[in-house]
Nanobody
Framework: QVHLVESGGGSVQAGGSLRLSCAASGRTFGTFFMGWFRQAPGKKREFVAAIVSDGRISDVANSVKGRFTISRDNTKNTIDLQMNSLKPEDPAVYYC???????????????WGKGTLVTVSS
């Protein structure tokens, strides 16, 4: 069992930055892929970014490429999502996710955090 807790959400003006963090506890942190998904009101939950267990491979959605960066620290059991140049289309609840293999599909996720809200004002 893996327990995920997000932090760092909040409100920011368009063009601003936020850094989300996810703390994991439970099973050996380094054996799982970790990632971020987001869900805006009335929309499906969508992939944002993911990183494999050793941190050597990561991927981000095209919609955030060049603006968002994912990183992980296995010594602290944390992953971060640095979000720069936030746009009006970025507001959503951002969920930390974990699974056995890197995936962009919600069906492949084994564990979810409860989410943290990000709002962007224009």
């Amino acid at each position: 069992q893996v327990h995920l807790v997000e932090s760092g959400g909040g409100s920011v003006q368009a063009g601003g930055s936020l850094r989300l963090s996810c703390a994991a506890s439970g099973r050996t942190f380094g054996t799982f892929f970790m990632g971020w998904f987001r869900q805006a009101p009335g929309k499906k939950r969508e992939f944002v970014a993911a990183i494999v267990s050793d941190g050597r491979i990561s991927d981000v959605a095209n919609s955030v490429k060049g603006r968002f960066t994912i990183s992980r620290d296995n010594t602290k059991n944390t992953i971060d999502l640095q979000m720069n140049s936030l746009k009006p289309e970025d507001p959503a609840v951002y969920y930390c996710a974990s699974g056995g293999v890197l995936t962009k599909n919600t069906e492949g996720i084994t564990y979810w955090g409860k989410g943290t809200l990000v709002t962007v004002s224009s």
